[in-house]
């Protein structure tokens, strides 16, 4: 998978990430719990991205691959197929720029979702919820209009602007003994891997998933790619497969990858509900999830935890369909 | 009720117990949203005490309750009868100090609160569930254990401790035209309208109440006391009377009282849930209905607006069952 690493951001790429995105994104604070620290025996930072734009870290990937691309590029706009915060981001950060943004989303999409994504002047095309029908449609769109297509991690700006989520955690937040972050397409925790390699040598990366999408996990393993095969976890933003070039920056930064059961990631979720008074969706409790279930691994650490966001359906929860 | 004025919290008692509770409680952040300010067409500041030690502004006055008994009083330590956040207040902070709590709760108390209440080592008593069984209760263990009543409201300590939170904000966030409050008992009303009285006094302060528990409201407007009789609203913190002390304070410092529909209670909750990612109980919601039903009264005006709580019970969620 080598053959991939000049592809891999720099430094340089995250430092400038972080600056190019200032004025757009928010600088998203640090929350401690004193229970929370009781019960994981640990010393946790959370990176709360649910109060990022869009409620999710994918605002900083897609601003600062939007910002990035030319005035000539940025004039027929952007395009990418996502059912889920990308889409949100995409629209949103093409809107701040006043260009076009051409979002395929499959049929069966959330309202919600499809809402947000016109209240951010998206331009949706349906297709059916199938992997082949979003890229298929998806070409005939870059085609008809010109656009750029940004992907939702597998590209290299994307990951720049994701790592600059634990590039400011580790500016806030001394001596972090660990950093974790769930991992579903790996744009985040590829993101984190780097600034933490970069930034904070020292300390661990640790990816965590859910034992039922466990592809990513199996994957660093094996070191052999396997694939997600439609997945049947909560947490939704976790369901896809690594990508080309996520996957060796993982196998290259990141430490360990542990999975979790969905049990616990219900009550991860609730207990950060509860006793944090904030609400993240389920895929952000994945990592906090697995503090619970291997207490005596992470005993006395001051771990860095991202949230990845915040963006639920307050109509279904977890615990209440139980 | 002019001669209750002398026991009015001055400047001094607000600016003490600001400075006696610090050690104890959180310095809440304050929150804004650009999609809120959109809807409101407000600059809105939202005053976090959902993220106050035990979910609420209640962890500040009874702290300041506690630090000003003597050495004898603390000895035989504190007592009070509620069902709702003081109750979890009072034996939290007892427990910070290791003294004595002793809880009458009534017996249809929700088991999250009782299950609070005793993690924070408070012994509870409980009684029927009416003001009076509650009273006689609380005589009775005042005579056995010769603990000191803190009342959850009328009471100058704790509403000088109340009163740090618009402190807190006021000093944060310069040029506020409007405090806004929810108004149950009164204890955090005249608490807000005393701060803004001392230090912001070009500022306007606005008690909300549900229109189906609005005897603060008919008092006000009145001039003559009315007291609340088991008032059904979703906002269960807001179902109280007035007292001898809060409401002469509220007479002579809040501006107006106005009332909102359980609808527009609900629509605001789910509202700060969606947009801004933090939980928040119903009787934190209330302002925020105000300010959703009157658009043009609070145009273009910057509004601080206290939010009171996060202690929900996530089974039961307003939206959920209508």
Redesign the interface.
């Known amino acids: 998978m080598k053959e991939n690493s000049t592809l891999y951001p720099d430094s340089v790429d995250i430092l400038e990430a972080a600056s190019r995105i200032d004025a757009f994104i928010n600088h998203t604070?640090v929350m401690t719990s004193h229970y929370i620290d009781g019960i994981s025996d640990a010393h946790i930072f959370f990176k709360c991205e649910?109060?990022q734009k869009v409620?999710a870290f994918k605002a900083r990937g897609a601003t600062n691959a939007i910002l990035t691309l030319d005035a000539d590029q940025q004039a027929f706009g952007v395009a990418t197929h996502s059912s889920g915060n990308h889409a949100q981001a995409l629209s949103w950060a093409a809107s701040r720029v006043n260009i076009p943004s051409y979002i395929v989303m499959p049929s069966n999409s959330s309202r919600v979702k499809v809402d947000a994504v016109k209240g951010y002047g998206g331009q949706i095309t349906f297709c059916k919820p199938t992997l082949k029908a979003r890229e298929d449609t998806l070409k005939k769109i870059l085609k008809e209009t010109g656009a750029t297509e940004i992907h939702s991690y597998n590209h290299p700006r994307i990951i720049a602007g994701q790592a600059t989520a634990a590039l400011e955690l580790i500016k806030e937040v001394n001596d972090l003994d660990i950093i974790m972050a769930p991992v579903g397409g790996g744009g985040l925790l590829s993101g984190t891997a780097l600034a933490t390699h970069y930034f904070l040598p020292v300390a661990e990366v640790i990816g965590v998933e859910p034992e039922q999408a466990n592809d990513a996990f199996l994957s660093f393993k094996s070191k052999h790619f396997v694939p997600s095969r439609d997945p049947k976890t909560i947490a939704d933003g976790l369901r896809t497969s690594l990508g080309t070039l996520t996957y060796p920056i993982i196998l290259d930064h990141v430490h360990a990858i542990v999975t979790v059961s969905e049990e616990n990631i219900v009550k991860a979720m609730?207990t950060i509900?509860?006793r944090m008074?904030?609400?993240?969706e389920p895929s952000s409790a994945v990592p906090f999830a697995a503090l619970l279930e291997n207490n005596s691994r992470f005993a006395g650490k001051r771990i860095g935890l991202i949230i990845s966001g915040?963006n639920v359906d307050?109509?279904n929860?977890p615990?209440?369909n139980l």
Chains 1, 2 share one sequence.
């Open positions: 604070p649910n109060f409620g609730r509900w509860e008074k904030i609400i993240i915040g307050l109509d929860l615990w209440i």
